[in-house]
Nanobody, 126 residues
Framework: VHLVESGGGLVQPGGSLRLSCAATGFAFDDYAIGWFRQAPGKEREGVSCVTVRDGYAGGTNSGDSVKGRFTISSDDVKKTYYLQMNDLSPEDTAVYYC?????????????????WGQGTQVTVSA
C-alpha cells in the first residue's frame, strides 16, 4: 500500500485547507483510512478516519478536538481521501499523515495502522 499526501501549507487563523491522500496498492477492498497529526514535541494524534468496505467509503470517526471543523471524505473511484479542515487555529499546526490498515471498522489508534504516508505540513499563523 502506498499513500501520498498533498495540500498542506500556510493558512491564517480561521481559514480552511483541504488535504488529499492518494492511495494505491490495496490487496483487499476492506480497510480503513485515517488522518493523524503530530505537532513538535507531541505524540501523534488521531484526527479522522473512514471505513472502506468493498471499496466504498462508509462510517467515519473524528477526534473531539476537530469535531464540527474537520470532515473526511473520499473519491472511491480514484481511491483518494480528503480531509477538509475549516476554522483552523494555531493549535492545528502539525505534520498531517494519512495512514491505512486492513480492518472492518476504523479507529483513531496510531498502533492500528500499518501503512503511512510521508506527511504534509500544515501551519496556521497570522
Amino acid at each position: 500500500v502506498h499513500l501520498v499526501e498533498s495540500g498542506g501549507g500556510l493558512v491564517q487563523p480561521g481559514g480552511s485547507l483541504r488535504l488529499s491522500c492518494a492511495a494505491t496498492g490495496f490487496a483487499f477492498d476492506d480497510y480503513a483510512i485515517g488522518w493523524f497529526r503530530q505537532a513538535p514535541g507531541k505524540e501523534r494524534e488521531g484526527v479522522s478516519c473512514v471505513t472502506v468496505r468493498d471499496g466504498y467509503a462508509g462510517g467515519t470517526n473524528s477526534g473531539d478536538s476537530v469535531k464540527g471543523r474537520f470532515t473526511i471524505s473520499s473519491d472511491d473511484v480514484k481511491k483518494t481521501y480528503y480531509l477538509q479542515m475549516n476554522d483552523l487555529s494555531p493549535e492545528d499546526t502539525a505534520v498531517y499523515y494519512c495512514a491505512a490498515h486492513y480492518t472492518d471498522v476504523c479507529r483513531l489508534q496510531v498502533r492500528s495502522y500499518d501503512y503511512w504516508g510521508q506527511g504534509t505540513q500544515v501551519t496556521v499563523s497570522a
